[in-house]
């Protein structure tokens, strides 16, 4: 069992940043990829970010690529979003995920076993 939290998330400005953090329970963490999705209020929750369990590789959702960095750090069990030059669009209930097999990255929602509670994003233009 992997218990996920998040932080960080709040309101911006457009243009501005904001980095989502968030940490697993567990002595396992690197066996995980973990993911960051997205939830906007009556749109389906998108994959924004993935990355594999010791970091090797990642995936950006094309609305994301060249804004948003993932990261993580397997000593602290946490996994981060850095969002950089955010807009209005990016308003949404941010959720890290952490899937088993964590040799390459997955972009499934369904491969996903793990859920933290959402955080919230928002931008104002």
């Known amino acids: 069992q992997v218990q996920l939290v998040e932080s960080g998330g709040g309101l911006v400005q457009a243009g501005g940043s904001l980095r989502l953090s968030c940490a697993a329970s567990g002595r396992t963490f690197s066996r995980y990829a973990m993911g960051w999705f997205r939830q906007a209020p009556g749109k389906e929750r998108d994959i924004v970010a993935a990355i594999s369990g010791y970091g090797g590789d990642t995936y950006y959702g094309d609305s994301v690529k060249g804004r948003f960095t993932i990261s993580r750090d397997n000593a602290k069990n946490t996994v981060y979003l850095q969002m950089d030059s955010l807009k209005p669009e990016d308003t949404a209930v941010y959720y890290c995920?952490?899937?088993?097999?964590?040799?390459?990255?997955?972009?499934?929602?369904?491969?996903?076993?793990?859920w933290g509670q959402g955080a919230q994003v928002t931008v104002s233009s």
């Open positions: 995920a952490a899937a088993q097999a964590g040799w390459s990255v997955r972009r499934d929602s369904t491969d996903y076993l793990y």
